[in-house]
């Protein structure tokens, strides 16, 4: 079954430094996600991706975070300058249509970034 | 604002019996509702979506009720397994329809 692949699965990066997170969604998805989940609390949206540009991002996706899909095939959050609070478990998701019409949202396995 | 509760205590039952979770939303009537499952460590994974003119969906051991007067869904594991353990999350789609917005989740334990 087709998956959304995420690398690394783990970063520990220091306080101040950027970070790069990829993602390979499924190949015939055209919407993408990026979702984080601080450990123990829920899972947050963070921004949506279609068509080469943002359709949404919520109050957390703040100047520190841009995405980017530079090629075909990958799908890239960056944090610019992270915080001890970005630590968090990042994923990336990927759905076929608009999440309007009920599309399954598909995520993988997660980036689980640390700040030191 | 959109909210969804789910019920934030652990939910444990016995092996074989019938685990019901709940998910309650308020400040909108959204088209659907989706519940997907959570390891730890892991990603969600879709389990079953039921829409705004359904009473009920089925899959396997899995039950889905959908009450638009009540702003409810229920979520039944029939004859569940301590393979069933696992954290369970509601979803629904938010106002601007490019995303999908989840409760806090409960976890469910299932004790031999």
């Known amino acids: 079954e087709p998956e959304v692949t995420q690398t690394p699965s783990h970063q520990v990066t220091q306080m101040g430094q950027e970070v790069i997170l990829r993602c390979v969604p499924i190949s015939n998805h055209l919407y993408f996600y990026w979702y984080r989940q601080i450990l123990g609390q829920k899972v947050e949206f963070l921004v949506s991706?279609?068509?080469?540009?943002?359709?949404?991002k919520s109050e957390i996706f703040d100047d520190q975070f841009s995405v980017e899909r530079p090629d075909g095939s990958n799908f890239t959050l960056k944090i610019r300058s992270t915080k001890l609070e970005d630590s968090a478990m990042y994923f990336c998701?990927?759905?076929?249509?608009?999440?309007?019409?009920?599309?399954?949202?598909?995520f993988g396995e997660g980036s689980w970034l640390t700040v030191v | 604002s959109q909210k969804i509760e789910q019920n934030s205590e652990a939910l444990n039952i016995q092996e074989g019996k019938t685990a019901t979770l709940t998910c309650n939303y308020t400040n909108y009537s959204p088209a659907y509702l989706q519940w997907y499952r959570q390891d730890p460590g892991r990603g969600p994974v879709f389990l079953l979506l039921?829409?705004?003119?359904?009473k009920e969906k089925r899959k396997e051991r899995l039950k889905v009720t959908f009450d638009t007067t009540l702003k409810q869904s229920l979520f039944h594991i029939t004859a569940s397994q301590p393979a069933d353990s696992a954290t369970y999350l509601c979803g629904l789609p938010g106002s601007s329809a490019s995303k999908i917005i989840f409760g806090s989740g409960t976890r469910l334990s299932i004790r031999p």
């Open positions: 998701a990927s759905s076929e249509r608009t999440t309007f019409s009920g599309n399954t949202i598909y």
């Open positions: 991706f279609y068509n080469n540009e943002i359709s949404e």
């Open positions: 039921i829409r705004e003119n359904e």
